[in-house]
Nanobody, 118 residues
Framework: EVQLVESGGGLVQPGGSLRLSCAAS????????MSWVRQAPGKGLEWVSAINKGGGTTDYEASVKGRFTISRDNAKNTLYLQMNSLKPEDTAVYYC???????????WGQGTQVTVSS
């Protein structure tokens, strides 16, 4: 059974940092690209970042580029998202997702809440 379990969310002040983790199990983690996707209150899903299976290629949504860093540890079957210089508009539930193709996902985690507020 495929499982993706996110952790690391919380309440942080503007300008602060958080590191999200996503523990994967039930599939060969090291042969799939992975993404982070978020959903802000009252809005639709927004892709945030993606990383290829080896970790050598990454991509970011324009508003987070330079502030967020995606990474993975294939030995630990874990995906990460380091978020720095957080802004109130980053407030959302963050999900990790297993990519089925370059533009679609087949498994999601339960999400972790990130709230940026003073």
């Amino acid at each position: 059974e495929v499982q993706l379990v996110e952790s690391g969310g919380g309440l942080v002040q503007p300008g602060g940092s958080l590191r999200l983790s996503c523990a994967a199990s039930g599939f060969y983690f090291n042969i799939y690209a992975m993404s982070w996707v978020r959903q802000a209150p009252g809005k639709g899903l927004e892709w945030v970042s993606a990383i290829n299976k080896g970790g050598g290629t990454t991509d970011y949504e324009a508003s987070v580029k330079g502030r967020f860093t995606i990474s993975r540890d294939n030995a630990k079957n874990t995906l990460y998202l380091q978020m720095n210089s957080l802004k109130p508009e980053d407030t959302a539930v963050y999900y990790c997702a297993k990519q089925r193709t370059s533009v679609s996902y087949d498994y999601w985690g339960q999400g972790t809440q990130v709230t940026v507020s003073s």
